[in-house]
């Protein structure tokens, strides 16, 4: 296909089936360009490495820079599928896109943020909070994320586990969990130099993952180990609105202390009637003293639900554990795709795999 010369505004993207356009240069993917004007397209790591920006492109022609191939497969690729966080539009595109929503683009912005408080959740996770700076408050969806942006210019990516009505309360910041990866540029200063009071630049917010409020569906919300993050958030954000859609969720670790806010799951099981709570570890040692579930989490929905297709399932954590779970709930579950929402927790080191 022979590319068109852009125009001086860029090229048209069309979205259907909603009909959206916006403009994007040849320069920028198709996703920052529908994320600077407030298209509500569906993504997570914008790296080539989630595959949650995946969608077909029905015409055009677009470049699609180096991404892994459990993002995008060959195959996905010669039916005409694209990483919109990877595509480089050459002509006027239109895609199809069903997650395409008004809802929530909320302004990304960059600020300053004050480490107001630093709280050792176990041996490898830490809960950081956040003071935002008086006056400018950051706008999210539930379950969305911020990046920080490192002295160099590198960012690293934390789902926000508070939800956005907590703010209100006077003291209040964002809540963060981070689970220390030794090595690590950003972990490795938290868990050992970061003081409170400590300034950092955060942009947010970020991602596509938030609560379907449109919708009666019975959910299943699936967290492996800070996956849990946002599920959080989820949580408080259904207690606020009287949200009483029949929720379980299954929460993953090696060991019973990875599940490091289970005091705080079996509260709100307290309180919220129509949510049920399933821990399930995979590891656990005879000093445990495990008596509950075992094995893999996402096999554990499996083994509750023989029929998946009247659910929506969000699903937060590991890359394997979002990956596995999201090829058998449709394949072996009926579950259907459209309702299937994610955040997979990419690190550096997933994002530099070939």
Not at 223 to 243: C, D, Q
Not at 252 to 281: F, K, N
């Amino acid at each position: 296909m022979t590319s068109a010369a852009p125009s001086e505004a860029g090229f048209q993207i069309t979205v259907e089936p909603s009909g959206r356009h916006f403009m994007a240069q040849a320069d920028e993917t198709i996703l920052a360009a529908g994320i600077r004007q407030g298209i509500g397209l569906p993504y997570g790591c914008k790296d080539g490495a989630c595959g949650s920006c995946k969608c077909r492109k029905l015409s055009g022609s677009v470049i699609l820079a180096s991404h892994q191939s459990k993002a995008l497969s060959a195959e996905e690729e010669l039916a005409g599928f694209v990483l919109t966080c990877r595509a480089h539009a050459e002509s006027d595109v239109v895609l199809e896109s069903r997650q395409v929503s008004e809802a929530g683009a909320f302004p990304i912005r960059k600020m300053p943020a004050r480490v107001q408080a630093l709280a050792k959740q176990s041996h490898d996770v830490l809960m950081l909070r956040l003071q935002l700076p008086a006056g400018e408050p950051l706008q999210f969806h539930a379950g969305q994320y911020i990046e920080f942006i490192l002295r160099d210019g590198t960012r690293r990516s934390y789902s926000m586990a508070n939800a956005p009505h907590t703010l209100q309360t006077p003291g209040t910041g964002i809540e963060l969990h981070i689970r220390h990866l030794p090595g690590g540029k950003f972990t490795d200063h938290v868990f050992g130099a970061m003081k409170e009071k400590e300034i950092l630049r955060i942009e947010g917010p970020y991602g596509s993952f938030f609560l379907r409020e449109d919708s009666d569906k019975p959910m299943v919300l699936l967290a492996s180990g800070t996956g849990f993050a946002p599920i959080k958030a989820l949580l408080e954000h259904m207690r606020f609105k009287a949200i009483e859609r029949p929720a379980t969720l299954y929460w993953g670790g090696r060991r019973p202390e990875d599940l490091y806010m289970d005091d705080w799951v079996r509260t709100q099981v307290a309180e919220m009637p129509h949510l049920r709570y399933v821990p399930v570890i995979s590891n656990a040692v005879p000093e445990d003293n495990w008596t509950g579930r075992t094995g893999f989490v996402h096999r554990a929905v499996m083994e509750d639900f023989a029929d998946l297709s009247g659910h929506q399932v969000y699903a937060c954590g590991a890359p394997v554990v979002v990956d596995s779970a999201k090829r058998d709930y449709v394949a072996e579950r009926g579950l259907s795709e459209d309702e299937f929402y994610a955040d997979a927790f990419t690190t550096e080191a997933d994002k530099a795999l070939p």
